[in-house]
């Protein structure tokens, strides 16, 4: 069973919409979370990270976390055709390695 | 901007030939990763290394091997190449003292 687990594996939303993608950690040990973006053709790239329990908002985009539950959201507003991308989360122990989850696909219909 | 970069993007090779992919790093991170993309898996880790002289095996090491001669470059090297070794290989940096990685373009490799 992967560690990191993403839902769901692919969501369309209508440009101007709000996008919410998910993630459950398996493992109590992760302390830090990030969403990283991939763009087709291209290297993930990292988008925000998110430490503490709580919101942490960056423009349109914020990212919750729950360590209770070990649930880790993103949340897009006013989505773009731009935000069209592989979304990854990433889960380390804090050793300089990242868990990665497989991803979800967005598409951003206009 | 931190900037990483593949050699070559797009590599055909034989069954049982030898491939090396190429990394090369300006951001003076210590650490670098070499991880491979399949569809429904994500990016697994094959190989790291936390400096100059330095590799370490990551979750799928089997068929490969790593190098990093230097603080910039980190060499992924597949001695026998086999087609199921076909995949997409990213090579990323990391700062020790934050856990961001950045990412060169990748190298689409297939093995026929």
């Known amino acids: 069973q992967q560690k990191v687990q993403q839902s769901p594996e692919s969501l369309s939303v209508p440009e101007g919409g709000m996008a919410s993608l998910n993630c459950t950690s398996s493992?109590?040990?992760?302390?830090y979370f990030w969403w990283y973006r991939q763009h087709s053709g291209e290297g993930p790239k990292a988008l925000m990270s998110i430490f503490s329990d709580g919101d942490k908002k960056e423009g349109r985009f914020t990212a919750h976390l729950n360590k209770a539950s070990l649930h880790v959201s993103l949340h897009i507003r006013d989505s773009q055709p731009s935000d069209s991308a592989l979304y990854f989360c990433?889960?380390?122990?804090?050793?300089?390695?990242?868990?990665w989850g497989s991803g979800t696909k967005l598409i951003i219909k206009p | 901007e931190a900037a990483v970069t593949q050699s070559p993007r797009n590599k055909v090779a034989v069954t049982g030939g030898k491939v090396t992919l190429s990394c090369n790093q300006t951001?003076?991170?210590?650490?670098m990763y070499w991880y491979r993309q399949d569809t429904g898996h994500g990016l697994r880790l094959i190989h790291y290394s936390y400096g100059a002289g330095s590799t370490e095996k990551g979750d799928i090491p089997d068929g490969y091997k790593a190098s990093r001669p230097s603080q910039e470059n980190f060499s992924l090297i597949l001695e026998l190449a086999t087609p199921s070794q076909t995949s997409v290989y990213f090579c990323a940096s990391g700062d020790a003292r934050q856990y961001e990685q950045y990412f060169g373009p990748g190298t689409r490799l297939t093995v026929l």
């Open positions: 493992d109590r040990n992760f302390q």
């Open positions: 990433a889960a380390s122990e804090g050793n300089y390695q990242l868990i």
């Open positions: 951001n003076n991170h210590n650490n």
